[in-house]
C-alpha cells in the first residue's frame, strides 16, 4: 500500500521562496565553483611571483632563513572566501525577493480562499471582480465568479422550488380537511357523498402532483443506462393514447413522424412526449390543431391557442409556472410538465426551446441532435 506523504510544514509562498534560494544557490555555487577551479589550474600552470623576506636574529647556528609565499595562492584562497561570504548574502537576498513575489502572485488565491470562507448558502452574491492582466490568476478569478454565479442561481431555484412545492401539497391537504370537517359536521348520506367526490378529487390531484415531482428528480438525476429507443414508435404510440381525448375535445391531431432510432431511456422518453402532448391539448383552442412533426433532426409540436407574451416564454421551464396562474381549480395541473421537459431533455442531451408564433399557441422544438 502507497504511504500518503506528510503534509509540508512551508505554505506555498515559503516553499516558492525557498525553491528561488536554492535555486540560485545552485546555480550561482557552480558558477563560483567553476571560476575557482579554473583560477587553481591557472595557478599551478605557472609559476607565480613570491614575496622573500630575510628573516634576521639571534643566530642559530643554522645559517640565513628565506619565506617565500606564492602571491597567486593568496589571491585564489581570499576570492574563495569573498565569493562564498557573497554567496550567501545573495541567497539570503534571494529568498526574500521570492518571498515577496510569491506574495504578489499568490494575492488573488488568497482572495479566493478568503471568499470562499465567507461564502454560505444564504450569501452567494460576493464576487471577486479581480482587475490585472488576462493570466491565469485572472482567469481563475474569472472562474471562481462565474461559479459563485451559478450556484446562486441554482439555491435560489432550489428555494423557490420547496417553496412552490410545499404550497402545492398543502392546498389538497387542506381541502381534504375542510371536506372531512364538513363531512363530520353534516353525516347525511347525500353529504358523505359529495364529501367523499372532493376527497377523490383531492386525492388524484395529490397523485399527479408526486407523480410530477417524482419524474422532474427522475430526469435531473440523468440516465442510469441507455438504450437504442424508436423515438418514432414512442411518439407514435403517446399520439395514440391520446387520440380519444382529442377528439372528445374537438382537436384535430396532424402527425408526421420520420423513422428516427435514439440513445436514452425508453420510459423517460415517453414521459417527454406525452408532456408536450398534453401540454398542447390542455392549452389549444377548441376547436382547435396540435400538430406533431419529428424528423432525424427535431420533435416539434405545436397547437393553435391563445397569443403568448414572448418576455413570458423562458418561464415556462421552470417549475411550478402556468401563464395563466390558477394551479388549483379542479382538475389544473402543477405547472410541473415543461420543466420535466426539459429535465429529461437535459439529462440525454437534447436541447429543448419554445416559440411564441405571433397568430398564437405555443410551439416547442426538441433538438436532437
Known sequence: MRKESAPSRLGLRGRTALVFAVAFLVLSGGVLAGINVLTALGVSARSGASITADVSGTSTGAGTGVAT????????????????????????????????????????????????????????????????????????????DALLARLEIAFDSQRRFVANASHELRT???????AIQVGLADPAPENVAATAEQLLAANRRTERLLSGLLALATGQRGLERTDAVDLDAVVTDQVEVRRARAAQEHTELRVRVDPLVVSGDAVLLGQLVGNLLDNALEYSTKPGVVEVD?????????????????????????????????????????????????????????TVKAQAPATGGLVVELALT
Request: hydrophobic share 50%.
Open 172 to 178: 389538497p391537504l387542506a381541502i381534504q380537511r375542510t
Open 69 to 144: 609565499v606564492g602571491v597567486d595562492e593568496i589571491a585564489r584562497q581570499q576570492l574563495l572566501l569573498w565569493s562564498l561570504i557573497g554567496l550567501l548574502a545573495a541567497t539570503v537576498l534571494a529568498a526574500a525577493v521570492g518571498w515577496v513575489v510569491a506574495g504578489r502572485m499568490l494575492r488573488p488565491v488568497r482572495m479566493v480562499t478568503e471568499a470562499a470562507g465567507r461564502i454560505s448558502a444564504e450569501d452567494l452574491h460576493e464576487r471577486l471582480d479581480h482587475a490585472g492582466p488576462d493570466d491565469e490568476l485572472k482567469r481563475l478569478a474569472d472562474t471562481f
Open 294 to 350: 419529428l424528423d432525424p433532426r427535431r420533435l416539434r409540436i405545436g397547437n393553435t391557442g391563445a397569443v403568448i407574451d414572448p418576455d413570458a416564454i423562458s418561464r415556462l421551464f421552470e417549475p411550478f409556472v402556468r401563464l395563466d396562474g390558477d394551479r388549483h381549480s379542479a382538475g389544473a395541473h402543477a405547472g410541473l410538465g415543461l420543466s420535466i421537459v426539459r429535465s429529461i431533455a437535459d439529462a440525454h442531451g437534447f
